[in-house]
């Protein structure tokens, strides 16, 4: 039985496949295909049709998909109500009061989540412990659950207050809604993220209740779809945390779902960091529409509960600290009221997509950029011809105004984007106290290889690595991801005089929550690990540091043990830490491992990895143009390249699903897993200066 992945971008449909009960050259089986957005089922079952697999054949699908994240951005959901208590109708709009642009006169907030007319009020009010200030008054809320139906919502948000401790008045606001609506939707704050800070936790309340019909449509027609063609095989949904859940939890918890589809690719970074015994990566995807960057250490992703989906919301769930930008093979290339040249956010996406794909786009992008520069095959690695004088119109439309030749104009984008991807490098390492010097940039993706070289020049990045898999990596990485849940609530204490045997006592009872969600997505008690982390902070700040915590009963010792934990994670993350200041604990947090079966790096080796197979590891040779001028470079095929042999740029190694550019200066060697590590040759002095071999020396 096969484990598929499958990854629904916003251009293409990924999908890898893993049988390991089949021959060693029969065990992968890959597959792109254009994704398909006005029903991203049609995509992903013409990816199974494509890589010749029947859905009968399937022992467990994990799927990565966009579909929530897209909702929220274009706000194509069913708009919700929001109950909230007296006084708070406004948390959603009003936000932080802060200015994303500090001098920016004009500058618009986006819209709120949930509509000012659909946000109602109720008289109540818990105390900061959680006892009861003001009951709940169930007159009221049984005029607001009446005024609810009147308007035909049936997913409904409710966030109190204070309901972060105690959310009983929560669930009498959610019964009194049923009784009125039997129907209806309703997600509660209290279950939904119970932490501390109204906005954050009001925010991913919203989102639950709006997410609620779009996950759940979507899911189970892609269920219905997959058992009509055959299927029994269980449906993981990859999450934003870089875990999967079974899709029944995720129609649950569709917020979990933010940043879904790139957390595949994190996943195949994880795996490529124990099979290589690399520690520190940044993980890249280069795809049709967006760029993403993910910091890893110690073969797992950096986490963040600070996320905004746009400014003034964010999102406190757990989730892989992954930085996205618009910038990919679709970014569109356009010239500025100044004069200047600028590519993406727009994109072109899978329709019409760019010129080159004869779709009917005439707009120029980065992916009709390289296909004029000679850079990218034009069948596509055979999947469909390209209409390479489509691309050079498109270039031409924004060359013309700049007074550049279509060439020329062609690198300026490539340059441009590049420099913006390495800007997101940059969010996810030095913003984060990291030295960009100290890392493997790896590249997935597509567009991943065609870029990889000049973003990470950019970034002051010295070694590359891009697998064999790189055009379908999200797709591998699901097919290597654990079950994850992270649960957290709120425990504000301060750590003198702390009683560790109640923070025992909420561990304990957020480790049972994590099992009962284990348990639910088919995880045996065996196969179960947990881990611990306590969200600190110095007593006056207003932010958190994550805290290893050790399983077990705490005493006293432990804690102690678990401040001079916090210190050193403070001083590593802002390059201060004072133990003269007192530390609070603000937030417990359990993450829940299910293992299960998955691809080994033995097995990897045998059906990816290099085999020197007898042939002609040269396929082509193919002018590209490179710093002002044309060169006649070599295209190679990497089914016939040996483990330990070096190729000097400029050169073209062309993957299956995507393509690796070498430029001058770039040296390449294959290693026994296929994978292409990527070096700069260049040489430079101490001040990061080129230095150039001349006839006179090196200057």
Known sequence: MLR????????????????????????????????????????????????????????????????????????KYPEPALVTTAGFRDTLEIGRQRRRHLYDPYQVKSQPLISRSRRFTVSEKLGADGTTVKPLGRDEARRVAEKIAKLGIKNVAIAFINSYVNGRHEQEMRDIILEVIPDARVALSSETRPKIRELGRFVTTAIRASLFPVVSDYFTRLEARLAEAGSTAPLFIVKSNGGMMRSSTAKERPEELIGSGPAGGVAAGGFLSTLLNTQNMIVTDVGGTSFEACLMENGRGLVTDEYELEWEMPIITPMLDIRSIGAGGGSI???????????????????PGPACYGRGGTRPTVTDANLVLGRLNQTLSGKFQLDYDAAVTAINSIAEPLGLSVLDCAEGILEIVCENMAGAIRMVSTDRGRDPRDQTLVAFGGAGGLHAFNIARAAGINRILVPPFAGVACAFGATTMEVRHDLEATFYAPAAGLDSSKLTLAFNKLEQECNELLENDGIKSEQMTFERNALMRYIGQSYEVTTPVPSGDIDEAIVADVVDAFHREHKREYGVSSESFPVAFVTLRVTGYGQIAKPEASDLEASLGTNNQKGDEVKEQRKVYFGGQYYMVEVYDPAHLSSGQLIQGPAIIEQPDSEIVLPHHALAKVDKFGNIIITNDEKVDQYGKILVTTEEGVK
Not at 337 to 350: C, D, I, N, T
């Open 4 to 75: 598929v992945g499958i990854d629904v971008g916003g251009t293409f449909t990924d999908l890898f496949a893993w049988d390991e009960e089949g021959a060693e050259s029969e065990r992968v089986r890959t597959a792109k295909v254009l994704s398909t957005p006005n029903d991203p089922v049609i995509g992903f079952m013409n990816a199974l049709s494509e890589a010749e697999i029947k859905p009968s054949e399937i022992g467990t699908i994990i799927h990565g998909t966009t579909i929530g994240t897209n909702a929220l951005i274009e706000r």
């Open 333 to 351: 290339a356009w010239i500025d009221q100044g004069g200047s040249l600028r590519v993406g956010p727009q994109s072109a996406g899978a329709d």
